[in-house]
């Protein structure tokens, strides 16, 4: 057997400890005589299993009591519409573009009510975050909206925005789980688990309780109100077990590491490794505005695209796959997801290093 360096931004690399322990108990959960995949979600083995993700990711997070933690489907994207539904109450919603997704989110919104664009980094191709200290919002906004790590351009929000009161709600499908959060600041915090937390098909949704109502926009479907599964615990119907049991080891895993101080700090470690080299390579330069660099996603480019090919085609010989950037920006990117070993990402500068002596 032999494993690769996964650089993909999602689905993406998972610690090999919780794939180990899955593959061992495949055949046979705990001496129940069958797999996760195949066992009720009503017995009380998965119960056991559901409550203690919940448990532990409440931990992780220090989550307060009076939010709710929802596994959910759907993906990421669901959300764009799950949100509006339930939450526009007043039919208006402020959101800040800084990359495709949330300017999908914004698009989707649309559909229920009144969306305006408070800020936005289009201009310099999402390459920065914009000044949120002292935006127009909406006087009548139900919520202002961001994508808090832009996964396809490598930024992150290293300060959430001044939302003058109103509730935020933020994406943070690819920064999940990796540093600590104070989840009082927001009203809604969500995403899908396929980059840092477990495998696609789950997505996991944090609602402070006040928002989770059965006032939601009329023609709302049963499926798509978060009251639905707040009340259901999220066993209103069958849910991603066999994702939710995946999720819950990497807590369990996150846990051992230390938690998200801890985890943090690797991740500090390895973005600095990577950015360090690129900030005085001849041949790559990173893409973004350095103060607003995510720690989990790393584009950078050579400025001519057959050496960015040439390049991603001999990394991929080496070992070090899925490093193609997003076919919206081209050049290179390297996902360094919580799962992603210091190891993996020496290896790849020592690589880059080499390519850049042949290739300068
Ligand atoms: N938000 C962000 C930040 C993402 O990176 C992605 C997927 N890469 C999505 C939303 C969409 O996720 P999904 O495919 O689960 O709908």
Redesign the pocket.
Same mark, same amino acid.
């Given at each position: 057997m032999s494993r690769v360096y996964n650089f993909s #931004?999602?689905p993406a690399v998972l610690p090999e400890e919780v794939l180990k322990e899955a593959a061992a108990e495949m055949l046979d959960y705990k001496g129940c005589g069958m797999s996760v995949m195949e066992m009720s979600h009503r017995s009380s083995v998965f119960q056991e299993i559901i409550e203690t993700a919940e448990a532990d990711i409440r931990d992780l997070m220090q989550i307060p009591d009076n939010y709710k933690v929802l596994f959910l489907q @759907? @993906? #990421? +994207? !669901?959300q764009f519409a799950m949100i509006p539904m339930n939450l526009m109450k007043n039919k208006v919603a402020d959101y800040i573009v800084t @990359?495709q997704?949330a300017k999908k989110a914004a698009k989707e919104a649309e559909k229920y009510g009144e969306v305006h664009v408070v800020a936005s980094s289009e201009d310099k191709t999402f390459s920065y975050i914009p000044d949120c200290s002292d935006l127009d919002i909406s006087e009548d906004a139900d919520y202002v909206y961001i994508?808090e790590?832009?996964?396809?351009y490598g930024t992150k929000f290293k300060e959430l925005p001044n939302t003058k009161g109103k509730t935020l709600v933020a994406?943070v +499908? +690819?920064c999940f789980l990796s540093e600590p959060v104070d989840v009082s600041k927001y009203g809604v915090i969500y995403?899908?688990v !396929?980059?840092n937390v477990g495998p696609?098909g789950v997505?996991i949704a944090i609602i402070r309780e006040d928002l989770i109502t059965d006032d939601v926009l009329e023609g709302t479907p049963t499926m798509l109100k978060y009251k639905t599964h707040a009340d259901a615990k999220s066993l209103y119907n069958t849910p991603p077990a066999y994702g939710i049991y995946i999720c819950g080891k990497v807590f369990k895993w996150l846990k051992k590491q230390g938690g998200l101080e801890a985890i943090k700090e690797r991740n500090e470690k390895k973005a600095e490794i990577l950015y360090d080299y690129l900030d005085e390579s001849k041949l790559f330069k990173g893409t973004v505005v350095p103060k607003d660099r995510s720690l989990m996603n790393v584009p950078f480019v050579t400025g001519d695209k057959d050496l960015d090919a040439k390049f991603v085609k001999e990394a991929k010989k080496a070992g070090f796959e899925n490093l193609k950037g997003h076919r919206s920006v081209g050049g290179m990117r390297a996902s360094i997801y919580n799962a992603m070993p210091i190891e993996g990402v020496e290896k790849l500068v020592e690589f880059m290093k080499a390519f850049e002596k042949e290739n300068l």
């Open positions: #931004a999602g @759907g @993906g #990421a +994207s !669901q @990359g997704w994508c790590n832009n996964t396809i994406d +499908s +690819s995403g899908g !396929q980059k696609a997505v």
